[in-house]
Every structure is written in C-alpha cells, then in structure tokens.
C-alpha cells in the first residue's frame, strides 16, 4: 500500500538552530513527494517538490528538503529557524495508481521557541 | 478572485440540516479535491473530480456528494448533517502536471 509516515507529532527547536522534520514514503516506482505548511486558521501552502533530479530541493522561506532514496525519507529542513516557521507542516506523496491525488501524512507540529 | 476561495468560512448546522459548501477556482484547473481536516488524522479526501463532469469517491464519502458542472465550481453538500461532520473542510485544485494541490482557505462546520 502506498502511505506517508511522519513520526513526530511535535518538534520543539530554538530559534537560530537548524531543523529537520520527518517524513518517509512507501510508494511503488519513483516517487513525487511534497511538502506543505498549515498556518493557524490557513489552508495549506505549498512548499517544495521533489520529482526527479538533484536530491537536495530547495523551496519557499529558506526550507529545502532531502531525497533519499535508500531510507525512503525526504525530511524537511532549514538552517536556521524562526518562531515564525511555527506551523503544522504536512508531507505527501503522488499516489501513482491514482495519479490525480495526494497521499498525506498527518501532519507535524513545529514550535519555534525564542 | 485570486486562486481557490471557498464560502461560507464558518457555519454551525442544526443536525438532519441540509449544507453546501461552495468552492470557486480561477486557475482552469481540471482536476479539484474535498478534504476533511480532523486533529491527529491529517487530511482526508472526500471526493473528486479529475475534470468537468466527473467525480470519484475519496477515503471518506459517506454523508456527502459533489457535483461538477464546470471547471470553476466544485460545491459539497451534506445531504442529512451529523455531529461527526464537524470537521474543517478545505477545497484543493491542480493541473495534474506534476500532483501539485493549491488550497484554500477552509471552512469550519460545527454540527450540533
């Protein structure tokens, strides 16, 4: 079956250090992966995607985001955070049996303490 | 209009009321999306519609219909409301180039 897995449903980082929030992937072929933020009372906004091509893929608001692969991972990162990166980030995959939808995982929370 | 909005933004409904949320793109994009968001569930889809005169059942249809007259407008309508439809609801759209999904703005249904 093909599924997105975030395992942390939080992630607490200091502002000015780097972050990494997870996501793996189980999809058969190559995979399109996608990552969204959800600011409070907001709809989703796309980030970045990953189709083919370099592995590391830069997006909006410094995020960028690393293809592996090996692990089946692409986690999200950013050198240094802000509190305003504080947001519920979600991380998806092409469903390519069905290739007009999204599979999405549940979502993690990132807090940004000053 | 600029990208998806969706109408109303928030609504509270009676149970066994009849609801339809309106959802407008000016993208022309065919294909167009109803997710539910739930806390510790993620999105979930609903229904969907590849292009105009389509629709195909999602993860958690029951309760709901969609209908699709044309490539702007993909309204979903809660036939008989129950409290387990309070949700907040988000409409997406894409061009099925690459599955990218634009969002928009939700609308948040409280059903007593």
């Known amino acids: 079956a093909q599924s997105v897995a975030q395992p942390e449903d939080q992630v607490n980082v200091a502002e000015g250090n780097p972050l990494t929030v997870k996501c793996t992937y189980s999809?058969?072929?190559?995979?399109?992966l996608f990552w969204y933020v959800q600011y409070p009372n907001r709809g989703l906004q796309f980030l970045l995607k990953?189709?083919?091509?370099?592995?590391l893929v830069k997006g909006s608001y410094g995020f960028e985001a690393e293809f592996n692969k090996s692990q089946t991972s692409f986690h999200l990162k950013k050198p240094s955070a802000l509190v305003s990166d504080s947001a519920l980030y979600f991380c998806?995959?092409?469903?390519?049996?069905?290739?007009?939808?999204?599979?999405f995982g549940t979502g993690t929370r990132l807090q940004v303490f000053p | 209009i600029a990208g998806i909005t969706q109408a109303p933004t928030s609504q509270i409904l009676a149970a066994g009321r009849r609801m339809t949320l309106r959802c407008t793109q000016d993208m022309r994009h065919n294909a167009m999306y109803w997710y539910r968001q739930d806390l510790g569930l993620g999105l979930r889809l609903i229904h969907y519609?590849?292009?105009?005169?389509?629709?195909g059942k999602g993860e958690v249809p029951d309760g709901y219909s969609v209908s699709r007259a044309n490539t702007d407008d993909f309204p979903l309508t809660l036939a008989s409301a129950v409290p387990s439809q309070t949700s907040v609801y988000f409409c997406a759209s894409s061009d099925q180039t690459y599955g990218e999904q634009f969002f928009g703005p939700g609308t948040r249904l409280t059903v007593l």
């Open positions: 999809v058969s072929g190559n995979p399109y």
């Open positions: 519609s590849n292009t105009a005169g389509t629709t």
């Open positions: 990953y189709i083919t091509g370099d592995n």
């Open positions: 998806a995959v092409r469903d390519m049996r069905n290739t007009d939808k999204l599979i």
